[in-house]
């Protein structure tokens, strides 16, 4: 009985993260840069953790494989579109990044309607550009919470951000186009 509660564990974390959604956007919204940095770490270290305990006996499920990287993308858009509105992440970062986000789930959608299904799994690519935006969302934070990092700082990692993401887009795109091609 106690090992069928505990399959559980990963979905619960998983809930919970979703759940810190709205505080992180409320703190953020009123300037409580602190403790918005703390929830948002707690997001993040939860991400790891329930997909290791998932991976590591063999919890998965498909409710956590829809919804983790669902909980990850809703708190990143949410995350860096308060901070857009603060002034504190530019415009244009933004754009590019929901841009690339809608490209691969619009060309995904085109191709399973013109061939059929994809097996689309996440690139290196993918994976080092997400990690860079979270890095960007986390740096962002650690500098207006505790000034800890430079202005010259974050320029940088919001350039670093810019040019993972349109190497991971044009990677992607090239793959979707070689495969149609293929086909």
Not at 75 to 99: R, S
Not at 124 to 136: A, D, E, N, R, Y
Not at 139 to 157: C, K, N, P, W, Y
Request: hydrophobic share 55%; with cysteine; net charge neutral.
């Amino acid at each position: 009985m106690k090992q069928t509660l505990l399959r559980y564990l990963p979905n619960i974390i998983t809930s919970l993260r979703l759940a810190a959604v709205p505080p992180v956007a409320l703190l953020l919204w009123f300037g409580e840069y602190d403790s918005a940095l703390f929830v948002f770490a707690f997001a993040g270290v939860s991400d790891g953790v329930d997909g290791y305990l998932a991976r590591r006996f063999q919890w998965e499920s498909h409710w956590g494989a829809v919804m983790d990287p669902l909980a990850d993308k809703l708190l990143m858009v949410t995350t860096a579109a308060v901070l857009v509105f603060k002034g504190l992440l530019p415009l244009w970062l933004f754009v590019l990044i929901m841009g690339r986000d809608v490209m691969l789930v619009g060309g995904a959608g085109l191709y399973r309607w013109w061939f059929g299904p994809f097996d689309v799994q996440p690139s290196v690519l993918g994976k080092i550009s997400t990690f860079i935006q979270i890095l960007l969302i986390l740096s962002l934070l650690v500098h207006v919470a505790t000034g800890l990092m430079s202005d010259e700082q974050i320029r940088f990692m919001i350039w670093m951000c810019a040019a993972a993401t349109i190497l991971s887009g044009a990677h992607y795109l090239f793959v979707w186009v070689r495969k149609a091609i293929n086909e």
